[in-house]
């Protein structure tokens, strides 16, 4: 079975004689609950785990229950682990873990906690509000074109088109059921089970709606403007980028910023839509795989969504930030920025593009430490998505 490149960061971690807790933060269906049992099996340490996601919202009770339980474990070894699934479904989880833990410290109770959420904003807040000094997060992203190819033998063309979604690979030769799959179980359930928990939301069915306009724009730029005259009942910008952040912490969404070199231009610029998976792009579209390929305009902004999926997820817990660049009709599709180094992206089909490129004049304003061609006369689109994020710098 393949072991995801945090299997090794969270075995090390749960190997060594101190004890922290470990979250392990993502999206729906990326593997956390797997990769969690396949640490826990291998380290061969007794181990209870239970999720807060199979009977709804439970009181603070239940998680005494679990806690207990975990420590019963430890009657056989000197150590044992205890992994809780979707904990931030739990009223008050932190204040309670907080104290669980703070006892098993002072009676030198050797229990090990890895936390696992699907609702990266709720599962930081609590971690830093009541366990600050207590825990390591550990980021777990959509899978890579590497991954899906070693685990399901996926070529370059099916991981454009159907994303990475592991739990959804074997549904790719009926596309009505993938698609379904894709909306159903994990476009919806995030939206009404993760999102709408994270904070009061005033308008779901608007929330709802930026995403799948979102989805279908991902590669483009808009202006908040020209989105509320897309939206029924849109309310304000203020609403919207709001809403934006919250589908993007919840492995949806992102609206990228211009790059300018100054802040404050960025937080105020029209966000570039991109898709973290594009399935999350291609399941509500009604291209099929095959029409999709054919048909090149659509192909374009799909390979280029790929790269931007790509890029946003390699990025996370690394010190680098991801911008696009435009200035009239000159564009740079994708800005990297690490410290003071600057690496310009322009993504080419072959078979599309056909607004110009912005490359000289970005390098005449800003100097980049590099210019990438993805595509085209470039880098091979499948070399560039198996590359290492770090290699580019």
Known sequence: MLKRS????????????????QALVGPRQVGKSTLALQVVEDLNLPFHYASADEIGIHPSSWLEQQWETGRLQIQSHKSAILVLDEIQKIKEWSTVIKRLWDEDTRKKRSLKVVLL???????????????????????LRHWSFAEMHAAFKWD????????????????????????RYIVDSLIETTLSKDVLTMTPIQKPALLRQLFYLGSTYSGQILSFQKIMGQLQDAGNTTTLAHYLELLSAAGLLNGLQKFSGQMIRQRGSSPKFQVQNTALMTAS?????????????????????????????????????????REGNDEVDFILQSGKKIIAIEVKSGKTKLAPSGIEKF??????????LVGGQGIDPKQFLMMPIENLF
Do not use: M
């Open 6 to 21: 945090a299997y090794p960061i969270l075995l090390k971690h749960l190997s060594e004689p101190r004890r922290c807790i």
């Open 117 to 139: 959420g699907s609702t990266p904003l709720l599962l930081q807040q609590g971690l830093s509000e009541s366990l600050a000094g207590r825990f390591e997060i550990i980021p």
């Open 156 to 179: 370059f063309e099916e991981y454009i088109y159907y994303g990475g979604y592991p739990g959804a690979a074997t549904l790719i030769e009926d596309e009505t059921r993938w698609r």
């Open 285 to 325: 579209t009604h291209h099929s795989f095959k029409e999709a390929k054919h048909d090149r305009e659509f192909w374009g902004r799909l390979l280029e969504s790929a790269v931007g999926a790509y890029l946003i997820n390699s990025i996370v817990g690394k010190n680098i930030q991801l911008f696009y660049w």
């Open 363 to 372: 390098k005449s304003l800003f100097h980049p430490t590099k210019i990438l």
